[in-house]
């Protein structure tokens, strides 16, 4: 009786273990990311000067012997909204520097900070970071116009990523992303003074021993508050009286400034 | 220590979106203002170009450097008002001109945005007009003080002498301004300076008190009450078309250089007041010209970076 059981559950059992392999197969990869933002809405109020942000991760279901060898890297971006941005050339005409050039990007991140856990080139290889459109050198930026001259693009394009940097929107920080334990990360991004306002998003790529594993992301709303967003709106939507009231301020402020320093 | 500081006294601007020291600001626009009290101009000249210097975008320099116009003139005027130096007709007259040429300055102003010479056009403008006018005045005001000081008298009025301008047709009596000449010159002046003040974000005190002076032979004392008098009408006409047109007033920058500019344009009178005409015009040339030279090293000296960008693509 207890043998015939053990023979009926024996293929049950095959068929679970062969299941389990062909599962691995299709998913190689066990290892999970989650990430959160210590905030998902930042404000900007009057006395902003920039923020810090922070994104902390964790990794779950990793193998603890790739975990040993530190065979695990985490690449965190916080990416701006997409906005088109055009690059312009001064060349000298007749003495004077004249823009003459340009070229229309669209869909260009308006704000981009990379952070990793290690430098670089140790993380993975350049064909990996180019396929995936990681770090600023493979940001994938395209001319609106398809038919542009491909040495224009490549000029313009370096042009627009110096630009960012040299602006402090697009930022790049090996050593960014600490492991807080063997399966919690976090990442630190500092929000410029000039950070632009509207939708960004935080995402996490995970690496195994230099093979991209896994993507995630999050949201975070970076907005105006309070008199800022009013003033802004009420410049946008109800323009005449904005400008109405731009022009009675002035007028008090010059009535007001003579009676309190007039001397005649 | 800089970030400390810049930390403690930061603002953030809604409409130019950036966060900057209002300390600069405050001292920015008091420097203008002592300027501007001291000459009876405006100081839009001034300020336009200094906050393109601060990285203010330009459409955002020039449209609040015309609502920030509004305050110091405003309050110019009203002094030259109750000392009764300001010819309200020949203000109205030189309004006129000026609304026409303001407006359609404004759509200038937004097809060369478009085109993406709107910099380059104002810095010509600017050196332009800045070069000339402080050219002109600086090499009369120099025979003035000579004249002077050889004993002669330096007043620019000298009777009987008229130019083409006195033989156009179509005159009109200014009373307050003793003087009777052609509407034309008058409403053309007016134009002039209304489509300069709405690219170049500027009241044209700067042109309009040569231009009386030189041109139309008004006297300096009712020159600069009447001037102020018709910047502020215009300002005022600028900054409502900004607004509506482009959106790029920033009162929140405008009020804080008006609070500094407003102090600063006081005492500036005060020590005007303390000089004699030539020697307050010869000093006037010479800062127009010095912001002119200033502008035109940006133009013909290489940039340090050929590269630039626009973000949101106008």
Same mark, same amino acid.
């Given at each position: 009786?207890?043998?015939?059981?053990?023979?009926?559950?024996?293929? %049950?059992? &095959?068929?679970?273990?062969?299941?389990?392999?062909?599962?691995?197969? =299709? +998913? *190689?990869? /066990?290892?999970?990311? !989650?990430?959160?933002?210590?905030?998902?809405?930042?404000?900007?109020?009057?006395?902003?000067?920039?923020?810090?942000?922070?994104?902390?991760?964790?990794?779950?279901?990793?193998?603890?012997?790739?975990?040993?060898?530190?065979?695990?890297?985490?690449?965190?971006?916080?990416?701006?909204?997409?906005?088109?941005?055009?690059?312009?050339?001064?060349?000298?005409?007749?003495?004077?520097?004249?823009?003459?050039?340009?070229?229309?990007?669209?869909?260009?991140?308006?704000?981009?900070?990379?952070?990793?856990?290690?430098?670089?080139?140790?993380?993975?290889?350049?064909?990996?970071?180019?396929? %995936?459109? &990681?770090?600023?050198?493979?940001?994938?930026?395209?001319?609106?116009? =398809? +038919? *542009?001259? /491909?040495?224009?693009? !490549?000029?313009?394009?370096?042009?627009?990523?110096?630009?960012?940097?040299?602006?402090?929107?697009?930022?790049?920080?090996?050593?960014?992303?600490?492991?807080?334990?063997?399966?919690?990360?976090?990442?630190?991004?500092?929000?410029?003074?000039?950070?632009?306002?509207?939708?960004?998003?935080?995402?996490?790529?995970?690496?195994?021993?230099?093979?991209?594993?896994?993507?995630?992301?999050?949201?975070?709303?970076?907005?105006?508050?309070?008199?800022?967003?009013?003033?802004?709106?009420?410049?946008?939507?109800?323009?005449?009286?904005?400008?109405?009231?731009?022009?009675?301020?002035?007028?008090?402020?010059?009535?007001?400034?003579?009676?309190?320093?007039?001397?005649? | 220590?800089?970030?400390?500081?810049?930390?403690?006294?930061?603002?953030?601007?809604?409409?130019?979106?950036?966060?900057?020291?209002?300390?600069?600001?405050?001292?920015?626009?008091?420097?203008?203002?002592?300027?501007?009290?001291?000459?009876?101009?405006?100081?839009?000249?001034?300020?336009?170009?200094?906050?393109?210097?601060?990285?203010?975008?330009?459409?955002?320099?020039?449209?609040?450097?015309?609502?920030?116009?509004?305050?110091?003139?405003?309050?110019?005027?009203?002094?030259?008002?109750?000392?009764?130096?300001?010819?309200?007709?020949?203000?109205?007259?030189?309004?006129?001109?000026?609304?026409?040429?303001?407006?359609?300055?404004?759509?200038?102003?937004?097809?060369?945005?478009?085109?993406?010479?709107?910099?380059?056009?104002?810095?010509?403008?600017?050196?332009?007009?800045?070069?000339?006018?402080?050219?002109?005045?600086?090499?009369?005001?120099?025979?003035?003080?000579?004249?002077?000081?050889?004993?002669?008298?330096?007043?620019?009025?000298?009777?009987?002498?008229?130019?083409?301008?006195?033989?156009?047709?179509?005159?009109?009596?200014?009373?307050?301004?003793?003087?009777?000449?052609?509407?034309?010159?008058?409403?053309?002046?007016?134009?002039?300076?209304?489509?300069?003040?709405?690219?170049?974000?500027?009241?044209?005190?700067?042109?309009?008190?040569?231009?009386?002076?030189?041109?139309?032979?008004?006297?300096?004392?009712?020159?600069?009450?009447?001037?102020?008098?018709?910047?502020?009408?215009?300002?005022?006409?600028?900054?409502?078309?900004?607004?509506?047109?482009?959106?790029?007033?920033?009162?929140?920058?405008?009020?804080?250089?008006?609070?500094?500019?407003?102090?600063?344009?006081?005492?500036?009178?005060?020590?005007?007041?303390?000089?004699?005409?030539?020697?307050?015009?010869?000093?006037?040339?010479?800062?127009?010209?010095?912001?002119?030279?200033?502008?035109?090293?940006?133009?013909?000296?290489?940039?340090?970076?050929?590269?630039?960008?626009?973000?949101?693509?106008?």
């Amino acid at each position: 009786m207890r043998l015939a059981a053990t023979a009926m559950a024996m293929p %049950l059992l &095959l068929l679970l273990l062969a299941g389990g392999a062909l599962a691995q197969l =299709a +998913d *190689a990869a /066990p290892e999970d990311i !989650e990430i959160g933002l210590s905030t998902d809405t930042v404000f900007i109020t009057s006395d902003f000067r920039g923020a810090n942000l922070t994104i902390f991760g964790a990794l779950d279901d990793a193998d603890p012997l790739i975990q040993r060898q530190g065979g695990y890297d985490i690449v965190a971006v916080l990416e701006g909204p997409r906005r088109t941005i055009v690059v312009r050339k001064k060349t000298r005409v007749l003495g004077v520097w004249i823009n003459t050039r340009s070229m229309v990007f669209t869909d260009v991140p308006a704000s981009y900070s990379i952070a990793m856990t290690r430098q670089p080139q140790d993380i993975t290889d350049t064909p990996s970071y180019q396929r %995936l459109g &990681l770090r600023i050198p493979y940001l994938n930026l395209r001319p609106l116009a =398809a +038919d *542009a001259d /491909p040495q224009a693009v !490549e000029e313009f394009t370096t042009a627009l990523r110096n630009r960012m940097e040299e602006s402090g929107l697009y930022t790049e920080l090996a050593g960014g992303v600490q492991f807080l334990s063997r399966s919690l990360f976090r990442a630190t991004f500092h929000l410029a003074p000039n950070v632009p306002v509207g939708t960004h998003r935080a995402r996490a790529f995970l690496f195994r021993n230099g093979v991209f594993v896994k993507e995630t992301s999050a949201a975070l709303t970076i907005r105006k508050a309070g008199a800022e967003q009013r003033l802004f709106e009420f410049a946008h939507q109800q323009s005449l009286a904005y400008g109405l009231l731009a022009v009675l301020l002035a007028m008090i402020t010059g009535w007001l400034g003579r009676l309190i320093f007039k001397r005649d | 220590m800089h970030n400390l500081l810049v930390s403690r006294v930061g603002i953030y601007l809604p409409i130019a979106e950036m966060s900057v020291n209002m300390v600069i600001l405050l001292a920015m626009g008091g420097a203008v203002g002592f300027l501007s009290g001291m000459f009876g101009v405006g100081g839009g000249f001034l300020i336009t170009p200094l906050l393109i210097f601060y990285n203010i975008p330009p459409a955002i320099a020039v449209a609040t450097g015309a609502n920030q116009v509004i305050a110091s003139s405003f309050s110019g005027a009203l002094a030259h008002f109750k000392r009764g130096s300001l010819d309200v007709k020949l203000g109205l007259v030189l309004l006129l001109g000026g609304l026409v040429g303001s407006s359609l300055g404004i759509y200038v102003f937004a097809y060369l945005r478009r085109l993406g010479q709107l910099d380059l056009i104002v810095s010509v403008l600017y050196v332009g007009f800045l070069g000339s006018v402080g050219g002109l005045m600086l090499v009369e005001s120099v025979r003035a003080i000579r004249r002077s000081r050889n004993g002669g008298t330096a007043d620019l009025r000298h009777s009987g002498q008229h130019n083409w301008i006195h033989r156009l047709p179509l005159k009109m009596r200014f009373r307050a301004s003793k003087l009777f000449v052609s509407v034309i010159p008058v409403l053309g002046i007016g134009a002039l300076i209304g489509f300069l003040a709405s690219i170049m974000g500027v009241g044209g005190g700067f042109i309009m008190v040569p231009a009386l002076i030189y041109l139309l032979k008004v006297p300096t004392n009712v020159v600069i009450g009447t001037s102020l008098f018709q910047i502020v009408f215009v300002a005022a006409f600028t900054t409502i078309i900004h607004s509506t047109a482009n959106q790029t007033v920033d009162i929140v920058l405008a009020f804080i250089l008006m609070l500094g500019g407003v102090a600063g344009a006081q005492y500036g009178a005060r020590v005007g007041q303390k000089l004699r005409g030539e020697q307050l015009r010869a000093l006037l040339a010479l800062l127009v010209l010095a912001v002119a030279l200033r502008l035109a090293f940006d133009l013909f000296v290489r940039p340090s970076n050929v590269y630039s960008l626009v973000i949101g693509g106008i």
